[in-house]
C-alpha cells in the first residue's frame, strides 16, 4: 500500500510564509501533485513534480526529493483567500492514473 | 471552454432509494476518476472509466455502487439502495493522458436522510 502523511492544519499570519509537508511510501512512483480545496469546492491544480528540485509558480513553490519520498508546498506573502485546505497527491506507475491523496492540511491565515 | 462538469451540484436522497450522479469530462478527455470525500478526510478513488470501459475499479465498494462511460452521453455513477453512510462529496475528474494528472469537477454532495 501507500503512505502519504502530511500534516493535519497550520495557521499563518497573512503576508508570512508557510511550508506544507509531505511524505509518502509507494513503489513505482511517477509524480507527485499538489492541490488547493477550499470549502465545499473541487481540488484545484498547484503544482506537479516528477523530478527532484524546486518548481517556482508565483507565490507557490513546490518541492521534491524522490529518494527522501518528500515534499513541500511552500506558499509565500500569504493571503487571507489561501485559507483552504492543501492535498498532496501521488501517482504510481501501475495506477493507471489514479491518485492517492493524503488527508490534507488545513491552512487558516489570520490577519 | 467547459471544464469537467458534474450534477447535481446537491442531492438528498432517502434511506434504500437511488442516487445517480453524472459527469461530463472536459472537451478532449478520455479519461475519467471518480473519488469520494467523507467529511474531514481526503479524496479516495473509486473508478477509473474510459468510453465504454472500466479500466480500474478497486476502489468501488463491492455492492450498490457502479459506474459506466457510455460511448454518448455522461459518465454516470450510481448508488442503489444508499444508505447514511454514503453521504459524502463525490468528485469527477478528467484527463487527456493517463499520467498527466486530472482536472476536478465541482462535485456532488449527497446527503442521504
Known amino acids: 500500500g501507500q503512505n502519504i502523511d502530511q500534516p493535519t492544519e497550520m495557521t499563518a499570519t497573512e503576508g508570512a510564509i508557510v511550508q506544507i509537508n509531505c511524505t509518502y511510501q509507494t513503489s513505482g512512483f511517477n509524480g507527485l501533485f499538489w492541490y488547493q480545496q477550499h470549502a465545499g469546492e473541487a481540488p484545484t491544480f498547484l503544482s506537479y513534480n516528477v523530478l527532484d528540485g524546486l518548481e517556482e509558480k508565483g507565490r507557490f513553490s513546490s518541492f521534491l526529493s524522490r529518494s527522501k519520498g518528500y515534499s513541500y508546498l511552500l506558499l509565500k506573502e500569504l493571503q487571507m483567500k489561501d485559507s483552504a485546505s492543501y492535498l498532496c497527491?501521488?501517482?504510481?506507475?501501475?495506477?493507471?492514473?489514479?491518485?492517492?491523496f493524503g488527508a490534507g492540511t488545513q491552512v487558516v491565515v489570520t490577519p | 471552454n467547459a471544464g469537467v462538469m458534474q450534477n447535481p451540484r446537491h442531492l438528498v436522497r432517502r434511506r434504500g432509494q437511488e442516487a445517480r450522479l453524472r459527469c461530463s469530462p472536459m472537451?478532449?478527455?478520455?479519461?475519467v476518476y471518480w473519488y469520494r470525500q467523507l467529511p474531514e478526510e481526503g479524496l479516495k478513488f473509486m473508478v477509473y472509466l474510459q468510453k465504454e470501459n472500466i479500466i480500474d475499479e478497486s476502489g468501488m465498494p463491492k455492492e450498490r455502487f457502479s459506474a459506466e462511460f457510455p460511448k454518448e452521453g455522461p459518465s454516470i455513477l450510481r448508488i442503489q439502495q444508499v444508505v447514511r453512510g454514503d453521504s459524502a462529496a463525490y468528485f469527477c475528474?478528467?484527463?487527456?493522458?493517463?499520467?498527466?494528472?486530472?482536472?476536478f469537477g465541482q462535485g456532488t454532495r449527497l446527503t442521504v436522510v
Open positions: 475528474a478528467s484527463s487527456d493522458l493517463v499520467r498527466s494528472g486530472a482536472f
Open positions: 497527491a501521488v501517482l504510481t506507475t501501475d495506477s493507471w492514473g489514479k491518485l492517492q
Open positions: 472537451k478532449g478527455h478520455s479519461h
